[in-house]
């Protein structure tokens, strides 16, 4: 029943995405040679960023089945517990996402970012210190600054880190790197859930969120250290 009521609400979205119109180009398109497809591979920042941008998506998916697991067999809550648990996580994207915005952009990219994947290693972390529902409402509510803090900062970074003309490619290389990492994810944290003491399993995947941000402080951001054009790309 549920899937039934989801199914007008798509139909929905998918009537009034029919509606937009695509912008005018702003110069003439054309194909990318595979030269130029592959000058990704050697520039250092964006394999840098897009490595760690796998360990955090690792880490950031164990939010949708991990954890309900955990919650479940562990901590023993029920399923409108753990449901609630999601609705928090829902409403405080939805209310927060604009002052998150503002917020990144006092503080910078290159510092949310890391700040996030510090956050969600904190917040996982504590997950296997708590006892109840309470407790992992708190955890709930960590992961989610952490996560409306990076998904900005994380775009914005893939912007900036892309030549010009190829910001459409390298931000298809990030979203490359968001499906390894959440796909990987939920075989990880329950491997990790079955291999050791399912407490001890949070700790071990909180290092992912260390990795993370070590990973993105490699990075050579545009703000910090002026970024050369890779060979293939056309001189001015």
């Known amino acids: ?11 929905i979205g998918a009537l009034a995405l029919s509606r937009m119109q695509e912008p005018p180009a ?21 394999l ?11 880490l950031q998916v164990q939010l949708y089945q991990t954890i309900s697991i955990y919650a479940a067999n562990v901590l023993h809550l029920g399923r409108r517990e753990i449901g609630a648990l999601y609705t928090l996580n829902g409403v405080m994207v939805a209310v927060l996402q604009l002052p998150a915005v503002m917020a990144i ?19 996982y972390g504590a997950v296997g210190l708590v006892h109840g529902a309470l407790g992992l409402s708190f955890c709930i509510v960590a992961v989610t600054l952490a996560e409306i803090v990076s998904a900005p900062a994380q775009q914005a970074t893939v912007t900036a ?10 931000l298809g290389l990030y979203g490359l790197a968001q499906v390894v990492g959440q ?12 291999a050791v003491p399912p ?23 545009p703000t910090q250290t002026p970024r050369k054009p890779l060979a293939s790309e056309p001189q001015a």
């Open 183 to 194: 796909s990987t994810g939920p075989l990880v944290g329950a491997t990790l859930l079955a």
């Open 105 to 123: 952009e006092k503080l910078g990219a290159s510092r949310a970012i890391i700040a996030g994947a510090l956050g969600y290693a904190a917040a």
């Open 199 to 221: 407490r001890t399993a949070w700790f071990a995947l909180a290092l992912f969120g260390v990795a993370a941000a070590y990973g993105y402080r490699r990075s050579v951001f």
């Open 26 to 46: 702003t110069h003439a398109r054309r194909a990318f040679t595979l030269t130029e497809l592959l000058a990704f591979a050697r520039d250092g920042s964006i």
């Open 48 to 58: 840098r960023f897009l490595l760690a941008s796998i360990a955090f998506f690792v």
């Open 1 to 11: 029943t549920l899937f039934y009521a989801c199914t007008p609400i798509t139909i």
């Open 161 to 170: 880190l892309a030549p010009p003309g190829r910001v459409g490619g390298y």
